[in-house]
T-cell receptor
Framework: KAGVTQTPRYLIKTRGQQVTLSCSPI?????VSWYQQTPGQGLQFLFE???????NKGNFPGRFSGRQFSNSRSEMNVSTLELGDSALYLC?????????????FGPGTRLTVL | AQKVTQAQTEISVVEKEDVTLDCVYE???????LFWYKQPPSGELVFLIR????DEQNEISGRYSWNFQKSTSSFNFTITASQVVDSAVYFC????????????WGAGTKLIIKP
């Protein structure tokens, strides 16, 4: 079974631009969560989608948004990029949305904002 | 508020030594879940274990073992006879009702195993 895939793996953007990251979950998984990882703040939850609906949202500004498609693939978008958005963005999928479901992580997209 | 503390920022040991990674958590909920993940240099987080708050049994999986103690709110992870391939950053995480069962992460412990 293929794992969680994320594209692109690396991205360089400049301040003010916007970016879209993509995540394909493991086949059959309906929940997709996004996390931001930075050296300063560590791992922080962005949002979770389940069956095309956002179920949970972390404490991030509205510049960060996401969506999920009917095939469970998910995208996250960051508009008006700031230097502080430079981070590793990790996507995780799980079968269902409950706490006890193990989350499987993708390799991440490393975003650099210049 | 919930919190996960991994006080050890970095640990360095020589191969074959045993090493324990500490994790202390805070939660108001009686039902919660604790996790350990490993992040090798490649960046992908790898699930190691999940434990629910009603199961305080220690667990052993090969060279890995976990000690869950509710009395001290700790969920420590021990690697026996460490190997160079164990070098990674290890994260402890908590999920509970307060967090809508999303993962609250510790800061991670970087483990370096020297040959």
């Amino acid at each position: 079974k293929a794992g969680v895939t994320q594209t692109p793996r690396y991205l360089i953007k400049t301040r003010g631009q916007q970016v879209t990251l993509s995540c394909s979950p493991i086949s059959g998984h309906r929940s997709v969560s996004w996390y931001q990882q930075t050296p300063g703040q560590g791992l922080q939850f962005l949002f979770e989608y389940f069956s095309e609906t956002q179920r949970n949202k972390g404490n991030f500004p509205g510049r960060f948004s996401g969506r999920q498609f009917s095939n469970s693939r998910s995208e996250m978008n960051v508009s008006t990029l700031e230097l502080g958005d430079s981070a590793l963005y990790l996507c995780a999928s799980s079968l269902e949305t409950d706490s006890y479901n193990e989350q499987f992580f993708g390799p991440g997209t490393r975003l650099t904002v210049l | 508020a919930q919190k996960v503390t991994q006080a050890q920022t970095e640990i360095s040991v020589v191969e074959k030594e045993d090493v324990t990674l500490d994790c202390v958590y805070e939660t108001r909920d009686t039902t919660y879940y604790l996790f350990w993940y490993k992040q090798p240099p490649s960046g992908e987080l790898v699930f190691l274990i999940r434990r629910n708050s009603f199961d305080e049994q220690n667990e052993i999986s090969g060279r890995y073992s976990w000690n869950f103690q509710k009395s001290t709110s700790s969920f420590n992870f021990t690697i026996t006879a460490s190997q160079v391939v164990d070098s990674a950053v290890y994260f402890c995480a908590l999920s509970d009702l307060d967090s809508n069962y999303q993962l609250i992460w510790g800061a991670g412990t970087k483990l370096i195993i020297k040959p």
